[in-house]
């Protein structure tokens, strides 16, 4: 298991904020805290595309061991990260969100 994942806690919301800046940074890259989670669409030219994307999430969900909620359409897909087991977000949500943001970069 990934270090990071290890001895996991809820952060407290003043961690949550700074931790959200550092991953959106100056381009205000698109994650928002919603209802408890950690969340972000992002769109794509075709199905294909979309799918080619969701299959790269499941491929770093699986490696981490950390799995979103996927929301998915014809050229878009929603990723929700919070950690179910301390029933908040820890530092897991915020780093595998960066795994999927650079999965776009």
Known sequence: M????????????????TQL??????????WRLIDGSLEKTYGFKN???????VNAVAFIANAE???PDLA?????????????DVQ???????FCAS???ALVA
């Open 2 to 17: 990934n270090p990071v994942h290890q001895n996991r806690r809820a952060l407290s919301a003043t961690e949550i904020v």
């Open 21 to 30: 800046s550092q991953l959106n940074g100056e381009q205000a890259l698109g």
């Open 47 to 53: 199905y294909y595309e979309t799918i080619a994307f």
């Open 65 to 67: 061991d950390h799995h």
């Open 72 to 84: 998915l359409s014809y050229n878009k897909c929603t990723v929700r990260f919070n950690t179910h």
């Open 88 to 94: 908040g977000i820890s530092v897991s949500d915020f």
């Open 99 to 101: 795994k999927v943001d």
